[in-house]
Nanobody, 125 residues
Framework: QVPLVESGGGSVQAGGSLRLSCVAS????????LGWFRQQPGNEREGVAS???????YHADAVKGRFTISKDNAKNTLYLQMNSLKPEDTAMYYC???????????????????WGQGTQVTVSS
């Protein structure tokens, strides 16, 4: 079973919204840290948001107030609600996971060692 499968990407105009979903295998979903990073062609990964098993969330400054990470434990699914999208949000978005001891802070999601195949988000002006 593939550990992480993203969906929900697409093309929208600036100001629009998208919700990304990531279905994880039960084993992967139990990882302590789950998150999203994005990558534009030729650029390095950029951490977007993360959530740990205690529900503590992190959002990068670039998306704070516009994006919200959440998860549904009953469905083993991670979400990223993206509102007020900007052209600079255009990127491939990846769901990622890292299993670390409880009580340790999650690293930046672009450093998580496990990720899915990605879903493309394109925002036009």
């Amino acid at each position: 079973q593939v550990p992480l499968v993203e969906s929900g990407g697409g093309s929208v105009q600036a100001g629009g919204s998208l919700r990304l979903s990531c279905v994880a295998s039960r084993a992967t979903y139990s990882s302590y840290c789950l998150g999203w990073f994005r990558q534009q062609p030729g650029n390095e990964r950029e951490g977007v948001a993360s959530i740990d098993n205690d529900g503590y969330t992190y959002h990068a400054d670039a998306v704070k107030g516009r994006f919200t990470i959440s998860k549904d434990n009953a469905k083993n699914t991670l979400y990223l609600q993206m509102n007020s999208l900007k052209p600079e949000d255009t990127a491939m978005y990846y769901c990622a996971a890292e299993d670390i001891p409880r009580g340790r802070a999650c690293p930046s999601p672009d450093e998580f060692p496990m990720w899915g195949q990605g879903t493309q988000v394109t925002v036009s002006s």
